[in-house]
């Protein structure tokens, strides 16, 4: 018996060796071909004729043969219209065009022997910006600050941190004693009652969502309740 690694090694069927399989059966042999031959198409004339490559024209034949051709005598006589004389007329350059500096060009005496003035030299030096805050810790005798900035009083009320309130309380924290009275207390009946589910039936099993309870129809609001239920003065209208 051999191996797992024997049996690892050895390469895998072929299982397209036979490709013209007829059914979904493997078969040991490729089936014999039909004795009746294919169906034999036959073109039209307009087929046969789409199906040869284009021929080159004759003037181009000619053209290979030799740079040189002939020149009709209808050529040789014809005369150019007004239109194609203004055509073939090269274009006039725009008003104002100039043509490219060279790249070197002469430089006069008085160019290089000119000096600029001190207006010029100020003018040529880069422009320095003037930055009041930086991330980098500056030095204060390098960059000193020339006007100094006294904050307003609002800027000032703004900047200060907001104060805790008087009652605010800290976070509890996670684990805190439990006193004793808490671990002997005993749930009340109604308490009992009250921390059940309440039990609702489903729209299959009867559930009518729209019925109103006895103790809702004879209910009476509260003056409380009557007053949080007007809308806001600020959006009635003078008259209501």
């Known amino acids: ?59 181009i034949e000619e053209s290979r043969r030799s740079p040189e051709w002939m020149v009709s005598a209808a050529a040789l006589k014809a005369c150019p219209t007004e239109r194609v004389c203004s055509l073939a007329l090269p274009r006039v350059p725009a008003d104002g065009w100039q043509p490219e500096r060279p790249l070197l060009a002469t430089l006069s005496v008085a160019v290089k022997s000119a000096n600029p003035s001190p207006r010029i030299c100020q003018l040529a030096q880069p422009k320095r910006v003037k930055t009041l805050l930086t991330y980098r810790s500056v030095d204060s005798s390098t960059y000193a600050i020339s006007v100094p900035i006294t904050p ?23 684990s805190w004693p ?45 003056p409380r309740l009557q007053e949080l239920s007007l809308p806001l003065p600020r959006k009635c209208k003078p008259g209501q």
């Open 1 to 59: 018996m051999p191996t797992r690694i024997e049996q690892l090694s050895r390469p895998k069927p072929n299982l397209l060796k036979f490709p013209d399989r007829r059914s979904v059966y493997w078969l040991d042999e490729l089936p014999a071909r039909p004795k009746n031959t294919p169906t034999v198409f036959e073109l039209t004339p307009r087929l046969e004729q789409l199906s040869q490559s284009k021929q080159s024209s004759r003037f």
């Open 152 to 174: 307003s009083s609002r800027i000032l009320q703004l900047a200060s941190p907001k104060q805790v309130h008087a009652q605010h309380s800290l976070a509890r924290p996670v």
């Open 178 to 222: 439990v006193p004793d009275c808490v671990r002997k207390a005993v749930a009340s009946e109604r308490v009992q009652e009250l921390a059940r589910p309440k039990t609702r039936q489903a729209l299959f099993e009867g559930y009518d969502p729209y019925r109103v309870s006895p103790a809702a129809r004879v209910a009476t609001a509260s």
